[in-house]
């Protein structure tokens, strides 16, 4: 077969692979998942979390400051605007699947030169007069690319991955944004609580200090023993400050969470809730399911192997198909006469030849962008469940320590008793009695400083399970 029908034969071959896709099939990489958590909390708790997870806590204040940060936070803005980019970017390469079709109307005058030769002038072929004329122009140009070998569509599905991974970090920071919401809350409750732990000891030290200095006034015991009390006092006091001061720049924290300034934003004191809400780990293999920082870094990896077929077909001909269509005259008032109509189509074949080594560099970048996000997921995963049994060691030896701490504060508040009797009655030095109410303070101190801690080992483990999304 010769000329024209050669080509065509060609082009049909072409159009015939538009089916077809060069590049690798994704498949998920094979990762060792465990079968149970080394940590695993005996009980099996009933509570199933949604997406509203800080409701299981059952407190109303942090239900209102995580509606805020929902509403207001900046990182969540940023991150849902950073989606719509992605999708108007999925969407750009999604058009290149439709044909092109642009218009570029036009009006040209010209005049000829006199001195030129044109058909129908006098012997020896020159015109001898100026002959100026118009050109009136309306066309519609078509172009389209014929997807053989699945450029475009791997190009739009890289872009599509790529936008669900905006998505899953629009997920991951909302829920970066109400955990740490919530850690900042029970931060400031356990706070509240450990200022009142503060304010009950400097009550008791204010009346052992009045009574010391009334027993000095008697003579009984000599001006040391008033030395001792007021530094008590004294140091009981800055403990408070210094209490406060930790306090409201927690709320300072919750402020800029809430998207309010630190000024203008306030969290009256409320005591500590009493405990916090069992939840259940699952199974290991459920956080690659669920943890939006692992769907994101495998939906990187997927648009990494798209690259991969995008990089491998420009080493195949790309088939471009084109046409024009529209009205040309020289007079305006017959430009849309259907003798003024005019047409063209064409198709051309670009078959890379020599290109300086550029399209091997290319795919061997792009197969090494990929073994980047493989390894980037892999990382995620081990992450993951590195995260999950953190929480789990936290919540059960905070557990243990808190149990020790509830027999260490009865034993020291016994301590504080008997020493105080023994003093009043004269058998012991109030030296006696201000270490053993300085050890009770020790301790008690610690209860609210681990019950805020307990709440948020649940905290944790409630992120690192992925929360309710």
Known sequence: MRGPGRGLLLIAALLACAGCKVGPKY???????????????????SVVLDDHWWQAFKDPKLDELVAQALQYNQDIQQALARVDEARALARVRKADFYPGLSTTPSFMRSGDSANTFLPGAPAGGISGVRQPHNFFSLPLDVSYEADVW????????????????????????????????????????????????????????????KLVSSKFKFGAIDALDVARAKTDVS??????????????????????LCGKPASEFTVAAQPLPAGAPEIPAGLPSALLQRRPDVIRAERTLMAANEEIGV?????????????????????????????STAWNVAANIVQPVFTGGR???????????????????RQQVLVAFKDVEDALIDIKFRAEQAKALDEAIASAREVTKLAT??????????????????????????????????LLSTIRLIKALGGGW
């Open 27 to 45: 498949e998920r990489p094979v990762i060792e998942t465990p079968t149970n958590w080394h940590w695993q909390q005996a009980q099996t708790a």
């Open 150 to 209: 699945g450029r475009v569509r791997r190009s739009f599905d890289a872009a599509r991955n790529r936008a669900e991974a905006s998505v899953a970090d629009y997920t991951f920071v909302l829920l970066t944004v109400t955990s740490d919401t919530a850690v900042n809350y029970f931060l400031l409750r356990s706070l509240d609580a450990e200022v009142e732990v503060l304010q009950n000891t400097l009550k008791l030290r204010e009346e052992s200090l």
């Open 235 to 256: 140091t009981t006091e800055a403990a408070i400050a210094d209490a406060k001061r930790r306090r409201e720049a927690a709320v300072n924290v919750l402020a800029i």
């Open 311 to 339: 990089a491998q077909a420009a080493f195949f001909p790309r088939l471009a198909l084109t046409g024009a269509a529209g009205f040309q005259s020289q007079d305006l008032t017959s430009l849309l006469n259907w003798n």
């Open 359 to 377: 399209n091997k560099a290319e795919l061997e970048a792009a197969r090494a962008r990929y073994d980047q996000a493989q390894a980037a997921y």
């Open 421 to 454: 009797t023994r003093y009043e009655q004269g058998q012991v030095s109030s030296l006696d009695v201000v270490d053993a109410q300085r050890r009770q303070l020790e301790v008690e101190q610690q209860a609210p400083q681990l019950a805020g801690e307990r």
